[in-house]
Nanobody, 123 residues
Framework: VQLQASGGGLVEPGGSLRLTCALSGDTIRRYSMGWFRQAPGKDREFVSAITINGGTFDANTVKGRFTTSRDNQKNEVYLQMNTLKPDDTGVYYC??????????????????WGQGTLVTVSS
């Protein structure tokens, strides 16, 4: 299984970006998917996740601004990020796991990880 994250870039505060995570080597419908980010000098942190059944969970810091969705036909997961803030700056990673349960979606022990895409929020 391989994950490819894309869609990062430079955006002004208040702007929007949509990240895409493409899974290859298997069908994404078997996996719970997570988004994490790592800001410079900080630990990696949970951002958002979507279960096999489409249930979503968001960190309090992004709740109401970020939305995760999935397209099983395209083998892709998306992170729509609105009202971006400078604190949202970081490398964003997608992750996949076929055995995650709801209570562990926020922990970073996913089986597979993408390479990360950089999001910079700055004026």
């Amino acid at each position: 299984v391989q994950l490819q994250a894309s869609g990062g870039g430079l955006v002004e505060p208040g702007g929007s970006l949509r990240l895409t995570c493409a899974l290859s080597g298997d069908t994404i419908r078997r996996y719970s998917m997570g988004w994490f980010r790592q800001a410079p000098g900080k630990d990696r942190e949970f951002v958002s996740a979507i279960t096999i059944n489409g249930g979503t969970f968001d960190a309090n810091t992004v709740k109401g601004r970020f939305t995760t969705s999935r397209d099983n036909q395209k083998n892709e997961v998306y992170l729509q990020m609105n009202t971006l803030k400078p604190d949202d700056t970081g490398v964003y990673y997608c992750a996949a796991d076929p055995r995650k349960i709801v209570s562990t979606l926020t922990t970073d022990d996913y089986a597979y990880w993408g390479q990360g895409t950089l999001v910079t929020v700055s004026s």
